[in-house]
T-cell receptor
Framework: NAGVTQTPKFQVLKTGQSMTLQCAQDMNHNSMYWYRQDPGMGLRLIYYSASEGTTDKGEVPNGYNVSRLNKREFSLRLESAAPSQTSVYFC???????????????FGQGTRLTVV | GESVGLHLPTLSVQEGDNSIINCAYSNSASDYFIWYKQESGKGPQFIIDIRSNMDKRQGQRVTVLLNKTVKHLSLQIAATQPGDSAVYFCAENRSGTYKYIFGTGTRLKVLA
């Protein structure tokens, strides 16, 4: 059981380049999330998808777009990368929050992105 | 990795001692709380959770205490081991919402 799988693990981009971070989960979770993690700060929500077919902005959505391709997959796209987007990106999934006891978010291993 | 852990408060404990990591949460409407462990270069890993209708929950070597009056959460690790060295952070959630609010974390260092 792989859980949440993210690709790639590392990426270096030049300013202005675009890329897509891929995420897939095999836990049949309805909800999926993209977070970024920066030094000295907690995880910050970029976008989330409550269920297949829906996406919503989180705290820091500017400069990003997302696609919920199907129930398993949720991708994050940087259209024109900027140095401020240098960060570690985590994808997560969960059951619908508030329903039942096991609604913790499960995280992937992260993508370390550097924009130069 | 290390870049994630810069400037975090650090708790150093002797191997075999008990550890207590604290967290103050922000939203009085939050009713679900989670503790995560994050090792260097890895994603956060679920440790234990608790709902607001409880004030204590125990797992294997870990106990979470919830004080809703002062919006405080703690994680107790019994007989701390070298493998417990990591960054620990709490998360809060309000039922029915999709937003988990994460704390910045505490680095636990286990001294041999």
């Amino acid at each position: 059981n792989a859980g949440v799988t993210q690709t790639p693990k590392f990426q270096v981009l030049k300013t202005g380049q675009s890329m897509t971070l891929q995420c897939a989960q095999d836990m049949n979770h309805n909800s999926m999330y993209w977070y970024r993690q920066d030094p000295g700060m907690g995880l910050r929500l970029i976008y989330y998808s409550a269920s297949e077919g829906t996406t919503d902005k989180g705290e820091v959505p500017n400069g990003y777009n997302v696609s919920r391709l199907n129930k398993r997959e949720f991708s994050l796209r940087l259209e024109s990368a900027a140095p401020s987007q240098t960060s570690v990106y985590f994808c997560a999934s969960s059951a619908v929050p508030g329903q039942g006891t096991n609604t913790e978010a499960f995280f992937g291993q992260g993508t370390r992105l550097t924009v130069v | 990795g290390e870049s994630v852990g810069l400037h975090l408060p650090t708790l150093s404990v002797q191997e075999g001692d008990n550890s207590i990591i604290n967290c103050a949460y922000s939203n009085s409407a939050s009713d679900y709380f989670i503790w995560y462990k994050q090792e260097s270069g890895k994603g956060p890993q679920f440790i234990i959770d608790i709902r607001s209708n409880m004030d204590k929950r125990q797992g294997q070597r870990v106990t979470v205490l919830l004080n809703k009056t002062v919006k405080h959460l703690s994680l107790q690790i019994a007989a701390t081991q070298p493998g417990d060295s990591a960054v620990y952070f709490c998360a809060e959630n309000r039922s029915g919402t999709y937003k988990y609010i994460f704390g910045t974390g505490t680095r636990l260092k286990v001294l041999a």
